[in-house]
């Protein structure tokens, strides 16, 4: 009896750590809806086969965990995942399995893009960079165009009198 306590102790204490490493803690920071695409199997692939686009539209997420961010895509218009929530996924191929809401079935979604997480947050500031170049660039637009259209009634005002 004792002989089978630590062995099932043992076991246990072995398969518990590689079985928590298997899961990986991310956030959910972004979701846009696009065009669904259909690709039958991998040697549809190898053959040159273009993926068919449907009518309906798929979840696309970024997904931010410690070291990677990832950009999946759900192969159905049914999958989503919780914005702004810690959620524990893992890797199974070239998909992303994830259990939601204590569901039957962990959600699978194709990995579309992978990013370090470094390279990734550098990425976002350039694009915040730019995002607030292009405002001040349309702002003194638009200042030009105001100050022209007064000079303009400035001009017509001098010219009628």
Not at 33 to 58: M, N, R, W, Y
Not at 99 to 108: F, L, M, P, T
Request: proline content about 2%.
């Amino acid at each position: 009896m004792k002989i089978r306590f630590w062995l099932l102790c043992v076991i246990a204490a072995i398969a518990l750590p590689v079985h928590a490493q298997r899961f990986q803690l991310g956030t959910i920071t972004r979701m846009q809806t696009k065009d669904c695409t259909i690709v039958h199997g991998s040697f549809a692939i190898a053959l040159g086969s273009v993926p068919q686009k449907t009518e309906e539209s798929c979840p696309e997420y970024t997904l931010v965990s410690e070291k990677v961010v990832y950009v999946v895509v759900g192969k159905r218009s049914s999958q989503f995942m919780p914005l702004a929530e810690i959620i524990q996924f893992h890797l199974l191929k070239n998909e992303l399995l994830v259990r939601v809401d204590d569901e039957k079935r962990e959600s699978r979604f194709s990995i579309k893009e992978m990013t370090l997480h470094s390279d990734w947050e550098r990425d976002q500031a350039i694009r915040g960079k730019q995002l607030e170049l292009r405002l001040q660039a349309e702002r003194n637009e638009l200042r030009r165009q105001e100050l022209k259209q007064e000079l303009k009634t400035v001009a017509d005002d001098r010219n009628s009198r």
